[in-house]
Nanobody, 131 residues
Framework: QVQLVESGGGLVQPGSSLRLSCAAS????????IGWFRQAPGKEREALSC????????YYEDSVKGRFTVSIDNARNAVYLEMNNLKPEDTAVYYC????????????????????????WGQGTQVTVSS
C-alpha cells in the first residue's frame, strides 16, 4: 500500500524551529519529486518546495527560502522539512506529496496549477506558530 505519513507538527512560539517528517511506505523515494505544501485556514494550498531525488536538488519558494530546508534519508525512505525562525504566518497544515521527478520542473507553480498532478499525498500535520 502506497502511503505517505507526515509528522512533527505542533504548537511553537515565533522564532522557534520544527522538523517535519514525511515517511514513505509501499514505494521507494528514489527517482521521485517530493513536494512540501501547506494550507492555512481559509487560504489556498501553497507550494513550498520541490526536491528531485534523482540529484537531491531542491527548489524553494521565496516565502520559505533561507528558513526552510529539505533533507532526505534514503535509509529510512523519509524526507524532512527543517523549519527555522517560524512566524505566525507559517501556521498551516503541512503536506508532503510525491510524483515523477519531472514535476519539479513545473516550479514555481503558476496560478491555477493542478495540485492533483502530484499523485500521492500525505494526510498533513498541523503547525501552529503563536505566542
Amino acid at each position: 500500500q502506497v502511503q505517505l505519513v507526515e509528522s512533527g507538527g505542533g504548537l511553537v512560539q515565533p522564532g522557534s524551529s520544527l522538523r517535519l517528517s514525511c515517511a514513505a511506505s509501499g514505494f521507494s523515494l528514489d527517482y521521485r519529486a517530493i513536494g512540501w505544501f501547506r494550507q492555512a485556514p481559509g487560504k489556498e494550498r501553497e507550494a513550498l518546495s520541490c526536491t528531485k531525488t534523482t540529484d537531491d536538488s531542491t527548489y524553494y519558494e521565496d516565502s520559505v527560502k533561507g528558513r526552510f530546508t529539505v533533507s532526505i534519508d534514503n535509509a529510512r525512505n523519509a524526507v524532512y522539512l527543517e523549519m527555522n525562525n517560524l512566524k505566525p504566518e507559517d501556521t498551516a497544515v503541512y503536506y508532503c506529496a510525491v510524483d515523477s521527478p519531472v514535476t519539479c520542473f513545473e516550479f514555481p507553480l503558476r496560478p491555477g496549477w493542478d495540485y492533483d498532478l502530484f499523485g500521492s499525498w500525505g494526510q498533513g500535520t498541523q503547525v501552529t506558530v503563536s505566542s
